[in-house]
Every structure is written in C-alpha cells, then in structure tokens.
C-alpha cells in the first residue's frame, strides 16, 4: 500500500523569511516552488492510502492491497476525482476544492512558466510568493483533514486484522510515530 509514513514537516520559511535572511527573492521562490511540490506528494500520499479503504463492495485486505497497487500509478488528479466520487453526501464544495488544488498544483509543476514566467520577468517576486503561500494554505489545510483520517486507518488495521500477529508492532510502530509527528506539531506543513 502507499506509504503515509513519509511525510514531511515544512517550515514555513519560504513564506516567512525577510531580506535579512541573505536569500534573494528568487531563491525564496526556488524554496517555495520545492515545499509546494512535497506538501501535493504527501496530499497525493494520503490520498492513495486513504482510497482503497472506501470501496464497500469489497472491504477485505486481499481487495484494499490490490486497490492500492492498481493506484499506485495514477495521476493525483484522478486519484482525487475518485476519492472526492467516493465521499458520501453533497460532494460538489469538495469536488470543486479538489479541482482547484489540482489545477494550482498542474499549473506548478507543468506549466510554472507560462503562469509565473511574466511575474518573474517583471520581478514581482513578492507576487509571486503570495501565490505561494495561498496555495501552500489551502494544501495543508487539506493535508491536515486527511491526516485524522489516515491516523484512524492505521489505528483499525493495528486493532482489526493485524491484532495478534507479528505485524502489530509494526503497525503500533506506524501509528505512534505519525500520531506524534501529525498531532504534536500546530505548525506541521509550514504556514
């Protein structure tokens, strides 16, 4: 299955770092583009961990693996169409917060000259980082909702089929190191 045990802490330096930090405004780009492009790997993460589990028809582990294989190489954008399909309830607010997050998250790591490209020419760097930091926002706050969610994943797992075999621990493991990396920290994911 996709890892969540891979996730990052960003600080939120790209965005807070003043002229007296000796980077130019370019290299706080740099920084920001490169925080960016983690923080939408680890949503990606969550999503393709979270995903398998939410098919009905099939909740058995053998069905969770394969579903997780089969994602493993799909795109974020329709991993994120498939998990916004699989919420219950009116799903549009979601369907379209998604969109957008993967429409700035495209725009980015596709197409960050032909968006950014003027804005860089024209040196309005602090734009830019704006840009960056409303974007950064709405990922981690994203992130910071999936994360519960993940937690309880792996807590169920822990508790349900892998109680009483060798890969409790493991899984305790798992649990208690991501609960205290998720949960301990109110600036996890930068600003």
């Known amino acids: 299955m996709s890892s969540v045990a891979i996730s990052y802490e960003l600080p939120t330096w790209p965005f807070d770092m003043t002229q007296n930090d000796r980077v130019t405004s370019e290299e706080r780009i740099v920084l920001a583009v490169g925080a960016y492009v983690i923080q939408a790997q680890e949503l990606e993460h969550l999503l393709k961990f979270l995903l398998p589990m939410t098919d009905e028809a099939d909740p ?16 974020m954008g329709v991993v994120a169409q498939a998990f916004v399909k699989s919420c219950p309830g009116d799903i549009a607010a ?19 000259s032909a968006r950014f490209g003027p804005l860089l020419n024209a040196k309005q760097f602090e734009e830019i980082l704006r840009e960056f930091k409303r974007r950064h926002r709405q990922v981690k706050d994203l992130i910071q909702t999936l994360r519960p969610m993940a937690l309880k994943v792996v807590e169920v797992l822990r508790d349900g089929p892998y109680a009483g075999t060798d ?15 998720w949960l301990s920290s109110k600036k996890c994911g930068g600003a």
């Open 60 to 75: 058995s582990l053998k069905a969770v693996i394969g579903r997780s294989a089969a994602l493993s190489k799909k795109p």
């Open 94 to 112: 979601l369907q379209e917060h998604f969109a957008k997050i993967i429409s700035d998250r495209n725009e980015i790591v596709h197409h960050f």
């Open 167 to 181: 890969q409790y621990e493991e899984f305790a493991r798992v649990f208690l190191a991501l609960q205290s990396r």
